[in-house]
């Protein structure tokens, strides 16, 4: 069995800095990529930032140059630097992991339980 679990998370205030963190445990054979997604009351989830396991990072538009993403394979973790944050990135946030799991023959997308974040203006 597999868990994903965020955290971090919270209340900043408009221009400061949040960071989260993501840990995937259990029967993992292999991670392809991590990530970050976010969702508003009324609004589909949506992948902000991703990496892969070769360290390519892709953002949205939103986050580019404001986010960053990082990940430590040797500890199945996934970090999101929130820098310069806007009241328009409260949302909730969710951990995305793309792995392989004993027993399974292909990868499988997997989502945290989502961690608050609530930015003042």
């Not at 800095?17 to 995937?24: E, K, Q, V, Y």
């Not at 976010?38 to 990496?51: D, M, Q, S």
């Not at 404001?66 to 009241?87: C, E, G, H, I």
């Amino acid at each position: 069995q597999v868990q994903v679990v965020e955290f971090g998370g919270g209340l900043v205030q408009a221009g400061g800095s949040l960071r989260l963190s993501c840990a995937a445990s259990g029967s993992i054979l292999s991670i392809s990529v991590m990530g970050w997604g976010r969702e508003t009351p009324g609004a589909p989830r949506e992948l902000v930032a991703t990496i892969r396991d070769d360290g390519y990072t892709k953002y949205v538009d939103s986050v580019q140059g404001r986010f960053f993403v990082s990940r430590d394979n040797a500890k199945n973790t996934v970090y999101l630097q929130m820098d310069s944050v806007k009241p328009e990135d409260t949302a909730v946030y969710y951990c995305y992991v793309n792995l392989l799991a004993d027993g399974y023959l292909r990868m499988v997308d997997y989502w945290g339980q989502g961690t608050q974040v609530t930015v003042s203006s």
